[in-house]
């Protein structure tokens, strides 16, 4: 075998609430990740050239040692004593770029995988999620076969779910840039009484919704209505995404009133999606904002 092309899917975060600081200046989290069927196509195709060589359909994906594919590979063939092996991984994007949807990550997730192939490293899945770890918090998520998982500590360490529901949801996508970093760093954390890390009573972003609702979100979708899953959506990181861009509130009670439920911002933004009780519904929703927002989606668990 010398070229393979895998899948590469987005994911949401359903559930997303920040936990503390940790001495590494990365957030502890909580996260319930739902994987979407918004797919990037990863190529992948020895080269003699010695060469990590890539290529995009995308004009803002960094094509050199930027693109978290680049570092997989590079990290990869330093690892195992191959350091003159080449390849050309060709991404044809599909998952908007920055968009709060893992787009690079999964991209990383399936040339770790595409590459244990190629090169029949023979690594067991241990050894590729602590590849997956050292590249990119939501990396290893995108390792495991499973629709739904929740992430803790850096939202790194995954416990796959057996969940057999299927969302539909109406996703947009603003054209408005959010930093990662940027969101994490302006959220404060305080300590109140009998609530560990979480909540507090002072700064401006301060955490302050008690108690987890992840385990309770978790069993709603296996038992429960819609309505009683799109209560419990929740993600700490809106709170910062709409001071930065205060038009995504307006966004979401767009999205309310035309009546997608559960509207939340996915990951650090500025992503924004509601869950919707058909694939109709959701066009139709999809039909009235598409004169408006550029880049609006009909998505399924995948
Ligand atoms: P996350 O939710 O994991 O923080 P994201 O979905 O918000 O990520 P990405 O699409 O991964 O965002 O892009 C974030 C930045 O990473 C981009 O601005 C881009 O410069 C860079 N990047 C590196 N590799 C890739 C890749 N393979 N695809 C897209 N962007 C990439």
Redesign the pocket.
């Known amino acids: 075998m010398s070229q393979l092309t895998l899948n590469a899917p987005?994911?949401l975060n359903l559930y997303l609430k920040v936990i503390n600081k940790r001495p590494d200046g990365f957030h502890n989290i909580k996260t319930l990740f739902e994987r979407i069927n918004l797919i990037?196509r990863v190529g992948l195709k020895d080269n003699t050239r010695g060469e990590i060589r890539i290529t995009?359909n995308?004009p803002?994906?960094?094509l050199g040692s930027?693109?978290?594919?680049?570092r997989v590979a590079d990290l990869m063939r330093t690892n195992y004593g191959m350091p003159d092996r080449g390849v050309d991984i060709d991404?044809q994007?599909v998952?908007?770029?920055?968009?709060?949807?893992?787009?690079?990550?999964t991209?990383?997730a399936a040339v770790i995988m595409g590459l244990n192939r190629l090169w029949r490293l023979k690594l067991q899945h241990k050894d590729l999620i602590a590849i997956a770890r050292q590249i990119?918090?939501?990396v290893p998520f995108f390792l495991y076969d499973t629709s739904w998982a929740m992430g803790t500590e850096r939202g790194d360490k995954i416990r796959p779910l057996k969940i057999d529901r299927k969302l539909w949801h109406i996703l947009v996508v603003p054209k408005v840039k959010?930093h990662?970093p940027k969101v994490y760093g302006a959220i404060k954390i305080g300590k109140k009484e009998g609530q560990g890390n979480i909540g507090g009573s002072e700064g401006t972003n301060l955490l302050t919704k008690p108690g987890d609702n992840a385990n309770i979100l978790v069993h709603k979708l296996r038992n429960s209505n819609i309505i009683n899953i799109s209560s419990l959506l929740y993600n700490d990181l809106e709170k910062v995404v709409v001071q930065i861009c205060p038009r995504i509130k307006k966004l979401k009670e767009k999205l309310k009133s035309l009546n997608a439920m559960g509207v939340t911002v996915?990951?650090?933004?500025p992503s924004v999606y509601g869950l919707t009780d058909s694939e109709t519904a959701a066009k139709q929703i999809q039909a009235q904002l598409s004169n408006r927002y550029t880049q609006v989606f009909v998505v399924r668990t995948f």
């Open positions: 987005a994911k990037d995009c995308h803002h994906v960094p930027k693109n978290l594919v680049y991404i994007k998952i908007p770029v920055a968009a709060g949807l893992a787009g690079g990550s991209n990383a990119g918090s939501d959010m990662t996915s990951g650090s933004g």
